[in-house]
């Protein structure tokens, strides 16, 4: 990076200060250079224009990001990515916990609403329950961590669901009723196909999902989806009380706020906050 400061320092243009940037300066306009770059500027002229630099100087900051390999250039294509973020980004996202870096979010979430949070992500026909927080009013829930329960039972599993196509549904949807059929209470809700899939069509258009004692008798939850920088659905989080205490009035006045907690967590896996809240139902 010391070739980038170098040659960045070396020239100025109108409008700058007449002194040689400081490194900072320096480290700021080639992080610049990226994000126009990210933006969709191929040429000079473009990255120039976006930054407000001369043409020389955003030369020179290109050239050493293409040395850098931070940006590539093609007499084609022009200036794009390089495949040194590429290789950044997957170091980051090895490096980041999801249990860590939802876990303040998974707080406020119990703080706010004084319910029982979970976090959770598929595995296989799964949901695989990686934090809890129980609530404040003395019940408890026979979820914990590390438990496993069929995908289509649980609010945290359709949520993870919303992504998936109709085929995807219909196949843990059977899995889900041969489950239900070997409960050992044999309590779950008996619901049809069609009217499961109907209730995924109303889920995927708001952005959230709801557990209707589909899992445990008189457990009630409200669940959204985690995206990563992808955009993909990676995990979820739900907000579960009992039925006296989650009716559907509260029920529908919790979906904005799980899913701005679940939209807080998708920020730090590197996922676009707009797309996130177009996806989310624009809440």
Known sequence: ??????SAESHGHVGEQAAAPTGTQTLTRGLAVLQAVAGGARDLKQIAQMLGTTRSTTHRLANCL???????????AGYVLGPKLIEL???????VSLSIVARSYLERLAEQSGDTIHLALQDGDDVLYLDKIPGKKGLEMRSRVGHRMPIA???????????????EWKSLYQKRSTAAANHAA????KRSWTEFRDQMREYVKGGYAFDLEDNEPSIRCVAAPIYDATHAIVAAI??????????????????????AAAAGISSELGANQEASQEASGGS
């Open 238 to 259: 739900s907000v579960s009380s009992t039925l006296p205490y989650m009716p559907l009035e509260r029920m529908q006045s919790l979906i904005a706020v799980v899913q």
């Open 66 to 76: 293409v040395q850098e390999r931070y940006l590539r250039f093609t007499p084609n």
């Open 1 to 6: 990076m010391r070739k980038l400061q170098d």
């Open 89 to 95: 980004g997957f170091q980051a996202r090895e490096e």
């Open 153 to 167: 039972t649980t609010g945290v599993g359709k949520a993870l669901m919303l992504g998936m196509d109709e085929e």
């Open 186 to 189: 044999g309590l779950l809700p």
